[in-house]
């Protein structure tokens, strides 16, 4: 028993947790580590991948904005299902958060909100972008009242630090304009710029950046009919939503993450931490890669 510990132990290490609060140059360090010392996941994942995408994700700019994605009538039944069986009123006088999410990490791979999320025209660019097949680890509906200003929370500029470069992927489930809360960057580039100027750190005390220090950067607002699709770095793009505004805001927001990220165990591939999903015996090899299923 004590030997089966102190290996689960080992098994679930995660030294990327003592760099992901660090500044950029240390993160990265880790990144690069972490990428070239797992060699089985780095040609399983990463080595001579070819997946071209008609879209691209700029590396300069870190963003990609879809339009015409043409998504299918069910994917909306299937979210306005959901959303029907829960009281949302009653979970919006209950919650302090800007964002109240619904449905977490609760889609099979039969879905057809997986299917789309993981549809050639989303999961390409974001495998061009991340230079591997990713882990997709989180899927749910987000619904913000913003009806309220929140101190602390994510009104204000921040980056994300699950991973050195990640994409947060948004789907608008309804129109969403200015008078939304709509999601605000800045550039990768610009961003880089300030976390250099400011040697950025990701802890509680500094991840937040106040207006008044990028007012002279350019914002901006991620807004378009329902149905728009944006892949966002998060972990590059300075980036704040859900601020107090007259409209509230419906979206579906996906995780994917290099299999290398600062909040995965080590030996993440023996542990199943980051399955979260239903799956079936149909997928194919890349489906079974991205919800990191044993192949």
């Known amino acids: 028993m004590v030997v ?45 991948i070819n997946y071209n995408p008609q879209n691209y994700i700029d590396e300069n700019k870190g963003y990609l904005i879809l339009k015409d994605l043409n998504i299918p009538n069910s994917f909306f039944l299937e979210i306005n299902s959901i959303i029907s069986k829960i009281n949302l009123k009653e979970k919006i006088l209950q919650n302090e958060k800007s964002i109240i999410t619904i449905n977490k990490n609760n889609f099979n791979s039969n879905s057809i909100v997986f299917k789309t999320i993981t549809s050639k025209n989303i999961l390409y660019p974001v495998i061009k972008y991340l230079k591997c097949i990713p882990l997709i680890t989180y899927i749910a509906i987000w619904y913000s009242p913003n009806n309220k200003k929140i101190h602390k929370s994510s009104q204000f500029m921040h980056l994300d630090h699950e991973d050195y470069k990640q994409i947060k992927g948004f789907i608008f489930l309804e129109d969403i304009n200015e008078d939304s809360g709509p999601l605000v960057i800045i550039d990768k580039k610009n961003s880089e710029n300030i976390e250099n100027q400011l040697n950025y750190r990701m802890t509680e005390k500094y991840k937040r950046i106040d207006d008044k220090i990028l007012k002279n950067y350019k914002k901006i607002s991620l807004t378009g009919k329902k149905g728009t699709v944006v892949l966002l770095d998060t972990s590059s793009c300075l980036h704040f939503g859900s601020r107090k505004a007259s409209n509230s805001r419906l979206v579906l927001s996906f995780q994917f993450i290099t299999p290398f990220a600062f909040i995965l165990p080590w030996f993440w591939y023996f542990t199943k931490k980051i399955k979260i999903v239903k799956n079936n015996s149909n997928e194919s090899d890349l489906i079974r890669k991205i919800i990191g299923k044993k192949i």
Request: glycine letters at 2%; a positive charge; hydrophobic letters at 35%.
């Open 4 to 48: 089966f510990k102190m290996f689960k132990k080992i098994l679930l290490f995660s030294p990327g947790q003592i760099f992901r609060y660090k500044s950029k140059k240390y993160r990265k360090l880790y990144y690069f580590i972490s990428r070239y010392s797992h060699l089985f996941t780095y040609f399983r994942r990463c080595y001579n």
